[in-house]
Each structure stands twice: as C-alpha cells, then as structure tokens.
C-alpha cells in the first residue's frame, strides 16, 4: 500500500496550494495560472489513486481519463505560468493552438475508438509488488511520446532561461522565487523523462508533478512566493486605462502596462530589475503632482507595495489630466489677460487722479500771482532728493524709507499747498508783506488743505498715498524746533514726509524769483538750509538735502531754460 499512501499524500500538496491562493486572495493572471496547474495536479492524483485502488478495469478505465485531463491541465497552465512570471513573448496564437491541442488530446482519451487510432490500446494489470493497477499501452501511438520530447524541450529551455535571469536578478527575495521555480521545472523534467524513456512499472508522474509543486506551495503558504509584481496587480490593474509601472524597492524595472510603454518606448527595452530611464525615475520620486509628456499631461501617483510591512517595491500610475490642464491653462490665460485690463484700467484711472489732482493745484496756484511754477518745481525737488537717497540703500534702511514711499511724496507733493484754496483773494494776491491779521489767516492753509483732502481722496484706494498727502499739506510748515504751524509739532512728532516737503518748499521760494523779492543764489539759498538745521530743518534729512547740490543747481538749469519764454509771476 506504499504507492497509494504517495498518492495520497501527493495529493495534498496541490490541494495546499489551491487553498493557500485562495486565502491570500491572490488573484493576478500568475496567480490564476498557478492555481489551475495546482488544480491540474489535484485532479492528476485524485484520478491516480482511484485508479490504484480500483477493483475493476472499467473503474480504472474511469480514473485514467481523469488522469490525463490533469495532466493537460498541469502542463499547459504551468508552462504559460512560467512564460508570464519570467516575461517572455508567446505569440498568443501559439498558445491557441496548444490550448486547442491539449482539450483535443483529453477527448481523444474519453473515446475508446479515438484512443484506439492515436494513443494506443490501454490495458490494465495489478503490479503484485505494490499491489496496484497500472495503465499499459499496446500499439503505442508517437503522438503520445511527440507531445512529451516537445514538453521536455520547452521546459529544458525554459529552465536554462529562469536560471540566467536568476543570476542576472539583484532581488534577495526574486532570485528565491526563480530558485524554487527552477527547482520544479527539474523535478518536472525529471518525470516526464522517466515517463518517456523508461518504464518503471507503475505511473509516478502524477506524484513527481505534486512533488515539484511542494517548494512552491510552502512559499506560497509563508506569503512569500509572490514578488513585487503581484503585490502590485490587484491595485494596479483596477486602474488599466491609465499607464502604469510597478518598480522594485531600488526603482529597478518590474512591470509595466501597454499604455506605460507606448508612452515611454525605453521600457520596451529594459530587462526585469535594470534602472528604469531617468525621465521616469523623475516622476517615481518628484514632489510634484502634475506632469506633461509631450502634449499629454498626467497627475501622478506613487504607492509603495509592502509585504509583511516590509517596503518591496513601487507603483506609479499616472491618470490623464490633458483635458483638465488645457482648461487650466485657458483659465490662467484668461485670467492673466483679465489682470492684464485690470492693471491698465487701474493705471488709466490713476492717470485721471494724477491729472485731477495736478488740475486742482494748478488752480490754486493761478490764484497765487506770486509762486508761478513753485508747484511743479517741489514736485521735482523731491524726486531729486529721492533719487540720492535711493544710491545709498543702507542709508534709506536706516531712515526706514522705501522707494515706493519716496514716490508717493513726490507724486503728493504739488498737494501740499490746496488748502489756500480758503484764503481770501486779497490775501493770497498781496504783492507785500502781510499785516498780522493777515498772517494769521495765511496760517490756516495747512489744516484747510488737510480738511479738503481728506474729503476729496476718501475714494482712492491707495491709503498711504492718502496719509502722505493729508500729512504733507498739514504739517510742511512745521519746524523741527516746535515754532512753525498750524499745530506746533517739533522733531520726529512732524511726519517724515512733511519734513522733506519742508525742505522742497523752502529751497525753490528761496530760489525762486517773486513778485515780492529777487530769487537767492544757490550759495545763498543752501547756507541759509544749512543754517536752519536742528531749529527749522530736520538736521539728519537736512545735512543729506545739502549733499543733492549739484544735482539741484542742474535740474533748475534745466528747468529756467524751459521757462525762459514763460511771462514771470505778475503782481497786482
């Protein structure tokens, strides 16, 4: 009873194996594979055993078909699995054909006038040694030894190729798996050579077949028999519209879908475990979301695949966002093109402003026959003294001045004198020196021009240009000292704005001619600023005014050259 109680143990070893796919759900086509050989084998030792053990030769006859139908099982889904897992090419209408040839073969068993014509006439004897029925062929047909030298020569080159790829292959965990399969293709080589060339009296193929499963089936049992590709099929091929490229943990090359290698061709060329192309790389390992292939542009996703919480390799799937992007892309040029109106309909609206409030001062101005051009001329001094300050840019840290600060005042400066607005005509047209009286109500321009300011800019939107030009009209007749008006404010309490227009204000009336004196020379004009400093002047932004000399004597070179032809301010 030896021979049975083999049988009987063989055919746990594929039942082992069908339960343990089934239990770590492993459901990839290598999977799928595995299991019809597993249960090719189970079926091939069930039908043995039952044949063994029959009492009579119809129930033998029985068993024998069921042999040979696990046998064509075994064979056809063990070879494809081996051909898969090890990424070679078939032609799949080679596999077509041998499919057909196998089911072609199992039916010819299942006829006894076909077996007759291309197997052979079976019959079946007890071998008194093991005590068993064995099938015997009379009249063997060569188809039968044909289809098993063609077996041997695949799996022999099959076993060769699985043996180089094996020493070529840097992964610990892959080179165990094709170990073990190689350990079951020799096993498997080993039967049916003994099945074709030898006769050992009894049929130990089906036990040599459940035997080279064993070491595959113990893997599979541990949860380690499936590498890093089949970790990666039930995420990846639920997503096969997309490309997608499964790496080992070191981004050696796996796997990849049709759509991953048409988009990058190198991965046609790579063998398993070889560097993937840096164009790839890049996407495994980049930080960022969205990509562009040429005219396709993809969001990325990487996940990493682990088995018993061990990181063995990578996924990447890329969805198809081209549709999504290009509407991005005309949404931003849109948007860029509405930004683009918006500036110019703010920079035309700012252009109004400026010309208002160049408007509104000029009128002031014409009503003082006394300071023709002074409004303008500030407005230039200004820029001038910005523009020294701005050489030095740790001095202008240092006074806590920026550039778009020092704009503003310039651009408020032709402001600072709107509150004479208020002041009678009389007044403001006086060719002399003006009584007390009279001087008391000229000092009110600076709160009134605050006053009018306040109301006619509530509009702008640009606030510190707001203050500035508020604090400028009212404070640029203050002294550093705390003696100018309207609010006597000394030191740093007078805005640094109203400080530099101070100092504007005061050189061009110096420099200027009026209807009530000459204009000062430039000597003149800076010894009493730098005699004003500390008591009139601001001594720090005073000391720096003086060092724009040259740059001052020049622009009003230029601008008496330009008002030569200008009638001078007109007195009544």
């Given at each position: 009873?030896l021979?049975?109680?083999l049988?009987?143990?063989?055919?746990?070893?594929?039942f082992?194996?069908?339960?343990?796919l089934?239990?770590?759900?492993?459901?990839?086509?290598?999977s799928?594979?595995?299991?019809?050989?597993?249960i090719g084998?189970?079926?091939?030792?069930?039908?043995?055993f039952?044949?063994?053990?029959?009492?009579?030769?119809?129930?033998?006859?029985?068993?024998?078909?069921?042999?040979?139908?696990?046998?064509?099982?075994?064979?056809?889904?063990f070879l494809?699995?081996?051909?898969?897992?090890?990424?070679?090419?078939?032609?799949?209408v080679?596999?077509?054909?041998?499919?057909?040839?196998?089911?072609?073969?199992?039916?010819?068993?299942?006829?006894t006038?076909?077996r007759?014509l291309?197997?052979?006439?079976?019959?079946f004897?007890?071998?008194?040694?093991?005590?068993?029925?064995?099938a015997q062929?009379?009249?063997?047909s060569?188809?039968?030894?044909?289809?098993?030298?063609?077996?041997?020569?695949?799996?022999?080159?099959l076993l060769?190729y699985?043996?180089?790829?094996?020493?070529?292959n840097?992964?610990?965990?892959?080179?165990?798996?094709?170990?073990?399969?190689?350990?079951?293709?020799?096993i498997?080589i080993?039967?049916?050579?003994?099945?074709?060339?030898?006769?050992?009296?009894?049929?130990i193929?089906?036990?040599l077949?459940?035997?080279?499963?064993?070491?595959?089936?113990?893997?599979?049992?541990t949860?380690?028999?499936?590498?890093?590709?089949?970790?990666?099929?039930?995420w990846?091929?639920?997503?096969?519209?997309?490309?997608?490229?499964?790496?080992?943990?070191?981004?050696?090359?796996?796997?990849?879908n049709?759509?991953a290698?048409?988009?990058f061709?190198a991965?046609?060329r790579l063998?398993?475990?070889?560097?993937?192309?840096?164009?790839?790389?890049?996407l495994?390992?980049?930080?960022?979301?969205?990509?562009?292939?040429?005219?396709?542009?993809?969001?990325?996703?990487?996940?990493e695949?682990?088995?018993?919480?061990?990181l063995?390799?990578?996924?990447?799937?890329?969805?198809?966002?081209?549709e999504q992007?290009?509407?991005?892309?005309?949404?931003?040029s849109?948007?860029?093109?509405?930004?683009?109106?918006?500036?110019?309909?703010?920079q035309?609206?700012?252009?109004?402003?400026?010309?208002?409030i160049?408007g509104?001062?000029?009128?002031?101005e014409?009503?003082?026959n006394?300071?023709g051009g002074?409004?303008?001329?500030?407005?230039?001094?200004?820029?001038v003294?910005?523009?020294?300050?701005?050489e030095?840019p740790?001095?202008?840290?240092?006074?806590?001045?920026?550039?778009?600060?020092?704009q503003a005042?310039?651009?408020?400066?032709?402001?600072?004198?709107?509150?004479?607005?208020?002041?009678?005509?009389?007044?403001l047209?006086?060719?002399?020196?003006?009584t007390?009286?009279?001087y008391?109500?000229?000092?009110?321009h600076?709160?009134?021009g605050?006053?009018?300011?306040?109301?006619?800019?509530?509009e702008?939107?640009?606030?510190?240009f707001?203050?500035?030009?508020?604090?400028i009209?009212?404070?640029?007749h203050?002294?550093y000292?705390?003696?100018?008006?309207?609010?006597?404010?000394?030191?740093?309490?007078?805005?640094?704005?109203?400080?530099?227009?101070?100092?504007?204000?005061?050189?061009?009336?110096?420099?200027?001619?009026?209807?009530y004196?000459n204009a000062?020379t430039?000597?003149?004009?800076?010894?009493?600023?730098?005699?004003?400093?500390?008591?009139?002047?601001?001594p720090?932004?005073?000391k720096?005014?003086?060092?724009?000399r040259?740059r001052?004597?020049k622009t009003?070179?230029?601008?008496?050259?330009?008002?030569a032809?200008?009638?001078?301010?007109?007195?009544?």
């Amino acid at each position: 009873m030896l021979i049975p109680a083999l049988t009987f143990a063989a055919i746990l070893i594929p039942f082992a194996g069908v339960i343990a796919l089934l239990h770590n759900k492993q459901y990839s086509e290598n999977s799928v594979r595995l299991m019809m050989t597993s249960i090719g084998c189970l079926i091939m030792n069930i039908a043995s055993f039952i044949m063994q053990t029959a009492d009579s030769e119809p129930e033998a006859g029985v068993a024998i078909r069921f042999v040979y139908l696990g046998n064509a099982l075994f064979y056809y889904f063990f070879l494809t699995f081996l051909i898969s897992y090890l990424r070679l090419k078939i032609p799949q209408v080679i596999l077509t054909l041998w499919a057909a040839f196998e089911i072609g073969v199992s039916i010819i068993h299942w006829s006894t006038s076909a077996r007759e014509l291309f197997i052979g006439h079976y019959y079946f004897v007890r071998n008194e040694t093991f005590h068993v029925f064995t099938a015997q062929i009379a009249n063997q047909s060569p188809i039968y030894n044909t289809r098993n030298i063609i077996l041997l020569c695949l799996l022999t080159g099959l076993l060769t190729y699985t043996v180089i790829v094996m020493a070529r292959n840097k992964l610990v965990s892959e080179r165990h798996n094709l170990g073990r399969l190689a350990g079951a293709q020799f096993i498997v080589i080993g039967a049916l050579a003994v099945d074709t060339f030898a006769d050992p009296g009894i049929d130990i193929m089906p036990m040599l077949c459940a035997l080279s499963l064993l070491s595959v089936v113990i893997s599979m049992m541990t949860d380690s028999f499936f590498g890093v590709t089949d970790s990666g099929h039930e995420w990846i091929f639920k997503q096969m519209e997309n490309p997608y490229i499964i790496t080992d943990s070191q981004y050696g090359y796996l796997d990849a879908n049709a759509h991953a290698k048409a988009l990058f061709p190198a991965l046609e060329r790579l063998h398993q475990n070889e560097r993937i192309p840096d164009e790839v790389y890049v996407l495994f390992t980049a930080s960022t979301t969205h990509f562009s292939v040429g005219e396709e542009a993809f969001e990325r996703k990487v996940t990493e695949l682990k088995r018993h919480s061990s990181l063995v390799g990578y996924g990447l799937l890329l969805e198809d966002d081209t549709e999504q992007q290009k509407y991005v892309r005309l949404l931003g040029s849109y948007n860029s093109r509405l930004q683009s109106e918006v500036e110019e309909k703010t920079q035309h609206i700012r252009k109004v402003q400026d010309s208002i409030i160049t408007g509104m001062a000029s009128v002031i101005e014409s009503r003082d026959n006394s300071t023709g051009g002074h409004i303008r001329r500030t407005s230039t001094v200004v820029r001038v003294f910005a523009e020294e300050l701005e050489e030095d840019p740790e001095r202008m840290e240092q006074l806590g001045l920026t550039h778009q600060f020092l704009q503003a005042v310039a651009k408020a400066a032709p402001l600072h004198d709107l509150g004479k607005i208020a002041i009678n005509d009389t007044i403001l047209r006086k060719p002399g020196k003006f009584t007390d009286e009279e001087y008391a109500e000229m000092k009110k321009h600076p709160a009134e021009g605050a006053r009018v300011l306040a109301e006619i800019l509530n509009e702008v939107d640009d606030e510190e240009f707001v203050r500035i030009a508020i604090n400028i009209a009212n404070f640029h007749h203050e002294r550093y000292d705390g003696k100018g008006y309207p609010a006597q404010r000394s030191g740093e309490e007078i805005p640094i704005e109203a400080r530099i227009m101070a100092l504007a204000d005061v050189f061009d009336a110096l420099v200027s001619k009026r209807c009530y004196k000459n204009a000062f020379t430039f000597d003149d004009a800076f010894r009493i600023i730098r005699e004003g400093l500390g008591t009139q002047f601001d001594p720090v932004l005073g000391k720096l005014f003086l060092e724009c000399r040259e740059r001052l004597e020049k622009t009003y070179a230029d601008l008496n050259s330009g008002e030569a032809a200008q009638p001078s301010p007109a007195c009544s």
